[in-house]
Nanobody, 122 residues
Framework: VQLQASGGGLVQAGGSLRLSCAAS????????MGWFRQVPGKEREFVAT????????SYADSVKGRFTISRNNAASTVYLQMNALKPEDTAVYYC????????????????WGQGTLVTVSS
């Protein structure tokens, strides 16, 4: 599966952005989909993940209550709605796909998009 993330940009603290990740290839609904983020010099970290079709989702504590992950299997797209953004949310955001069991571990994700930059100004 090939992944293409979009929707990043510059936003003021307190604002909102919606990231999208379009998948091409086959059987999008077979994959667990996740969002991760990375700041230069730091490890890539988990943000959110969503199950195949049962709506199950998980979030990093740092984004819980502010970010919402969703997916549209018919459109082969996963979304990340980000509200109440903070300067510490500034990072490159990556979408990823995992073909195994439900997981938040980045090492379980075998397919990655190219990343989209989110910058939150104070």
């Amino acid at each position: 599966v090939q992944l293409q993330a979009s929707g990043g940009g510059l936003v003021q603290a307190g604002g909102s952005l919606r990231l999208s990740c379009a998948a091409s290839g086959h059987s999008f609904s077979m994959y667990i989909m996740g969002w991760f983020r990375q700041v230069p010099g730091k490890e890539r970290e988990f943000v959110a993940t969503i199950g195949r079709s049962d709506g199950r989702s998980s979030y990093a504590d740092s984004v819980k209550g502010r970010f919402t992950i969703s997916r549209n299997n018919a459109a082969s797209t996963v979304y990340l709605q980000m509200n109440a953004l903070k300067p510490e949310d500034t990072a490159v955001y990556y979408c990823a796909a995992a073909s195994g069991v439900y997981t938040i571990r980045k090492t379980d994700y075998g397919y990655w998009g190219q990343g989209t930059l989110v910058t939150v100004s104070s």
